[in-house]
């Protein structure tokens, strides 16, 4: 993918995907994992899309390097270390709720933009060690590695990640524990290009154990191609792909087996590549193909997409489909196959999301634990407060997340923390901070600005 317009998986990445590997499911049960580009704002609450809409998985896409070997949402937003942000909270608060719920995730690696964490760290035991952060950071059991572009000719950089990874498998299975991996490649109609099939080599010959290949069934180039049968015909192409590899390195695989270490990632909706569309209609066709023949995996890019463009928009778009549809159409047609890397969702349309799994009553008290989300009503000390986007933790009237909408301005406190944008009444007059402020009195000016 790539992330001229959305961020391809970015999805070419569709990286993630690839998880094809199954932690809590028994082989030859296919599961569905779409993709979530972490990246969009406000940050995708896995929960609320997972429980309500039924998703069993999600693939998180993609970690990439931020500041030299560092692991990174998309190059921005560090993680582990200490690192902390809005975008870390959300993300880790709806994660432990979704797995509450019986919920799984998975972590891509790579994508189309920015630096692939492979090329960034130039010692096998610092890549090991940047993967094993974002492992812990988030307890996981599935990575899936997109590999594309430029980055699949870095042979070097390519032997290097396989050979991390492999160490990291021996590590866990050393404590009785899975760490499934899963590589997401682009693709043709025709199948892997031989840099794609050079990297799956290169995952044998280093000796990672992978659960699937994931294409990325998108962008072929050519206009006007029907893209149901060119993802069907693409996975067929892999099935015969993997057994040459397999065979080639001493390692036959059964029918079955070959079929379940295939997956398949389309980017739903209006492509990159104009003239390219995957529709509704296609989506059922692969669908059936995936059940006849017991594909291990299937994703789409992304879950954010699945949704109708505003005014019946037929563009591609990072959070829209570009094509006429009811909301999560395309998860309703692929959660069919529900394979399950965790406990198992119970799909609840009115789930409210949050730690206690509930939906905070309007107007209710302020809860510090509680996760609200844009919409949001609550009372703090004599006022009504709306929130503006996700929070949890943020103090109504400190934090510009608060709007307050009723009930008076809260009176100015010297021992108070103050976002800029917060108001406060000093003296019987209003006063809004420019910027933080702790301390200052209103009447001094400065930070504080008459209103």
């Known amino acids: 993918m790539n992330n001229n317009v959305l961020p391809r998986f970015v999805p070419r990445a569709f990286a993630a995907g690839c998880l094809l590997a199954m932690a809590s499911v028994s082989h030859g049960a296919g599961v569905y994992a779409?993709?979530?580009?972490?990246?969009?704002?406000?940050?995708?609450?896995?929960?609320?899309?997972?429980?309500?809409?039924?998703?069993?998985?999600?693939?998180?896409?993609?970690?990439?390097?931020?500041?030299?070997?560092?692991?990174?949402?998309?190059?921005?937003?560090?993680?582990?270390?200490?690192?902390?942000?809005?975008?870390?909270?959300?993300?880790?608060?709806?994660?432990?709720?979704?797995?509450?719920?019986?919920?799984?995730?998975?972590?891509?690696?790579?994508?189309?933009?920015?630096?692939?964490?492979?090329?960034?760290?130039?010692?096998?035991?610092?890549?090991?060690?940047?993967?094993?952060?974002?492992?812990d950071t988030y307890g996981l059991t599935h990575v899936d590695f997109d590999i594309e572009g430029a980055s699949q000719q870095d042979t070097a950089a390519v032997a290097r990640n396989f050979q991390a990874v492999a160490q990291l498998q021996a590590d866990y299975a050393a404590k009785g524990k899975p760490l499934h991996v899963t590589l997401t490649l682009p693709t043709m109609p025709t199948g892997l290009?031989?840099?794609?099939?050079?990297?799956?080599?290169?995952?044998?010959?280093?000796?990672?154990?992978?659960?699937?290949?994931?294409?990325m069934a998108m962008d072929y180039g050519?206009?006007?191609?029907?893209?149901?049968?060119?993802?069907?015909?693409?996975?067929?192409?892999?099935?015969?792909?993997?057994?040459?590899?397999?065979?080639?390195?001493?390692q036959p695989k059964t029918n079955a087996q070959l079929w379940q270490m295939v997956g398949v990632t389309p980017m739903i909706g209006v492509n990159d590549v104009q003239g390219e569309t995957f529709t509704l209609a296609n989506a059922q066709t692969v669908l059936n193909a995936a059940v006849a023949n017991g594909y291990g995996f299937f994703g789409n890019w992304s879950v954010g997409r699945d949704q109708a463009c505003p005014s019946g928009g037929t563009y591609a778009s990072p959070t829209?489909?570009?094509?006429?549809?009811?909301?999560?159409?395309?998860?309703?047609?692929?959660?069919?196959?529900?394979?399950?890397?965790?406990?198992?969702?119970?799909?609840?349309p009115n789930y409210g999301g949050g730690s206690d799994g509930g939906t905070p009553q309007p107007g209710a008290p302020w809860a510090a634990g509680q996760v609200y989300t844009a919409g949001a009503t609550v009372t703090y000390q004599g006022t009504t407060y709306q929130a503006q986007w996700w929070t949890q933790g943020d103090v109504p009237g400190q934090a510009a997340v608060w709007k307050p909408i009723g009930g008076g301005t809260p009176a100015w406190s010297a021992t108070t923390a103050y976002q800029g944008g917060t108001c406060v009444t000093y003296q019987g007059a209003k006063y809004c901070a420019k910027w933080w402020t702790q301390g200052d009195n209103p009447s001094a000016g400065g930070v504080w600005v008459k209103s």
């Open 222 to 250: 050519p206009a006007n191609i029907d893209m149901g049968a060119a993802a069907i015909s693409a996975a067929q192409a892999l099935y015969s792909q993997l057994d040459t590899a397999f065979k080639s390195a001493g």
């Open 34 to 135: 779409p993709y979530v580009d972490v990246t969009l704002y406000p940050t995708p609450l896995v929960d609320q899309i997972g429980v309500r809409q039924g998703i069993q998985q999600f693939t998180l896409a993609f970690v990439v390097a931020g500041n030299g070997c560092v692991p990174s949402w998309g190059g921005v937003q560090p993680i582990g270390n200490g690192a902390s942000g809005g975008l870390l909270t959300a993300l880790s608060t709806s994660i432990a709720s979704y797995r509450a719920k019986g919920g799984e995730v998975a972590v891509s690696f790579g994508g189309a933009n920015g630096t692939p964490l492979m090329q960034a760290c130039s010692t096998v035991p610092a890549l090991k060690t940047a993967y094993q952060t974002v492992i």
């Open 320 to 348: 829209c489909s570009g094509v006429a549809q009811q909301p999560y159409a395309f998860a309703a047609i692929f959660r069919k196959l529900d394979g399950k890397w965790g406990a198992g969702v119970t799909q609840d």
């Open 193 to 215: 290009t031989q840099d794609g099939v050079n990297v799956v080599n290169a995952a044998i010959a280093n000796k990672t154990t992978f659960d699937a290949v994931n294409v």
